[in-house]
């Protein structure tokens, strides 16, 4: 089901913003006042969801002092635990609570160590402060895309993310020359096979077609600049006991190196001993020498956060410019960021509420918005269950962290032309319904723990919750990025009256709750509207819109 089929199915909406003719705003700096509408815009492209506390935080602030508050990093997390000892099976290396990220390795530990891993993510991306630190992490995991299973040890898988979230918001050339030696991607893409007796050209294909240069009209290398950058990169190796990778000059082939006239016809001079891995450095300053490294990533950078489809007037107006800054700035990322999220085209009304909310937005944002609560890390066993289970909801929707389909990421990210509207088919809008549909309601339960939406807890950090029109209202701006029909208002409205036409009804039944909240009947009245009138909203396509 394409998204044009979805939304007219589906939505009741007074627009369909992806097919309104696209404006030539560019990167202009955005001067109208940094308003609420434009806070929640900024905040659910930059994190998962908005909650309203992320809405406190920016208000009052310019958009500069609010940007300069998203695009800090945020702290080093503490490492996954040994959650899953249990009747079953103990590890015999880590003792349960403890972290096994530098434990031997152990096969049997090994799967469960990665659910460990994903469950610890999950978790972070939960607890994300107001930064856009855990939005960038998932960008670069889709760029730099790596399988659990293929790297085959989950202690290097850990070390691959934080090598991500390390260089999430820093320096993109330092970050290309860390992946290309980080152990994780020596074995996923055989870098730890190539040597000089027989080039592996695995990763050099795609350091140069996915990673840098991508496959743009203008990105022409060769066959023969693929073969050359793998000769280059021969001789690195990992050590499993460290956990690090390791160049090995025996496997090195020292031969010259003659690229194509792509590369203006360079030549990488063969080094023996040590010297050799230096060839590295040079092949990715060869590489960065090219215009279309900054407009690859540019490109992919706008489309995970504006719009999936790149025109003649964007590709002129935002993206050249953006890539010009990214190689003035020597490839640092925050410059980039902050420029797309300061300008005029960003803001543009037919810019929100244009993309299809990916799996991990819609879980992570859901719970995120309504504040669901988690058990604490002194649960830690059942914290880790809890955040796996949000987890699992969004692999069943296609999207499994620490497992992309391939080495090109998830297909919505860059599958032309459908790009996100693969998100939405059959198999999975249902499941996006159901997911919202257990929250709202009975939630998930595990070993008498509970998450679920409290939408009692919800509603009253609203501005007015006793008057049901400004309780639909703020409902809305924090929900949608869309507006709707004053029939839908009007459908939600009678909701909360349960068919009356007085809006006292509605009042009469909250302020009679408020007045006594450890009164059943009362407290059931309202929170049984509320939760038929949140379901609702959580079922229209708007929701599915960010």
């Known amino acids: 089901m394409d998204r044009r089929s979805f939304l007219s199915a589906k939505a009741n909406s007074k627009t369909d913003l992806s097919f309104k003719s696209r404006t030539y705003t560019g990167l202009s700096a955005f001067f109208p006042p940094f308003g609420r509408q ?80 994903k469950s610890w993510w999950t978790g972070l991306m939960l ?12 960008f670069w995991h889709n760029h730099f895309a790596t399988e659990t299973l293929d790297i085959g040890d989950a202690r290097y898988v850990y070390k691959h993310h934080m090598l991500l979230r390390k260089y999430a918001l820093g320096n993109f050339k330092e970050f290309v020359k860390e992946i290309t030696i980080d152990p994780a991607m020596l074995r996923y893409l055989n870098g730890y096979l190539n040597n000089k007796n027989s080039p592996d050209e695995n990763y050099a294909r795609e350091l140069q077609e996915l990673f840098t240069l991508g496959k743009g009209p203008k990105s022409n290398y060769t066959e023969g600049d693929v073969k050359a950058a793998a000769r280059v990169l021969t001789g690195y190796t990992v050590n499993a006991t460290t956990i690090s990778s390791v160049f090995d000059p025996n496997r090195h082939d020292t031969g010259i190196k003659q690229f194509s006239s792509f590369y203006n016809n360079a030549t990488i001079t063969g080094k023996a001993g040590a010297n050799g891995a230096g060839e590295t450095d040079e092949l990715i300053n060869l590489i960065f020498l090219q215009n279309e490294t900054a407009l690859h990533i540019c490109r992919k950078l706008y489309r995970f956060f504006v719009y999936y489809e790149i025109d003649g007037a964007t590709e002129a107006n935002v993206i050249t410019p953006m890539a010009n800054l990214f190689r003035t700035s020597n490839y640092e990322i925050k410059p980039v960021l902050k420029v ?7 803001f543009d009304l037919v810019n929100r509420a244009g993309l299809i909310k990916s799996p991990v ?6 719970a995120r918005e309504f504040s669901m609560v988690f058990p604490d890390t002194s649960d830690y066993v059942n914290q880790y269950f809890m955040h796996d289970y949000i987890r699992t909801q969004a692999s069943n929707m296609q999207q499994n962290i620490g497992d992309p389909p391939g080495v090109a ?19 999975t809008l249902p499941r996006r319904n ?23 807890a919800f509603v009253s950090a609203l501005s007015d919750p006793a008057n049901p029109n400004t309780l639909i209202n703020d409902s809305l701006e924090i929900l949608y990025t869309i507006d709707i029909t004053q029939q839908v208002r009007d459908f939600l409205k009678s909701i909360l009256l349960s068919g009356q036409t007085s809006d006292s009804y509605w009042t009469d039944a909250w302020i009679t709750y408020k007045a006594n909240t450890s009164n059943t009947t009362n407290r059931n009245i309202v929170l049984n509207r509320l939760q038929s009138m949140y379901k609702y909203l959580m079922n229209l396509p708007e929701y599915q819109l960010s």
């Open 38 to 117: 434009e806070i929640i815009h900024l905040l659910k492209r930059t994190l998962f969801g908005t909650k309203q506390a992320d809405i406190k935080i920016l208000s009052g602030k310019t958009l500069s002092e609010g940007l300069d508050i998203l695009l800090n990093a945020e702290i080093v997390p503490a490492p996954p635990l040994n959650n899953y000892n249990d009747t079953n099976f103990t590890d015999p290396n880590v003792t349960a609570g403890q972290t096994w990220v530098n434990a031997v390795f152990d096969g049997n530990a090994n799967s469960r160590r990665y659910t460990s891993f």
């Open 127 to 138: 607890n994300q402060g107001t930064s856009i630190h855990e939005k960038m992490i998932l």
């Open 340 to 346: 797309l999220f300061s300008s005029e085209h960003f």
């Open 361 to 366: 937005d819609l879980c992570i944002g859901l």
């Open 409 to 427: 990421g998830w297909s919505a990210y860059y599958q032309e032309p459908q790009f996100h509207e693969l998100w939405i088919n059959a198999d």
């Open 434 to 456: 159901q997911f919202s549909d257990v929250m709202i309601g009975n939630g998930y339960t595990r070993n008498g723990k509970k998450i679920n939406i409290d939408i009692l």
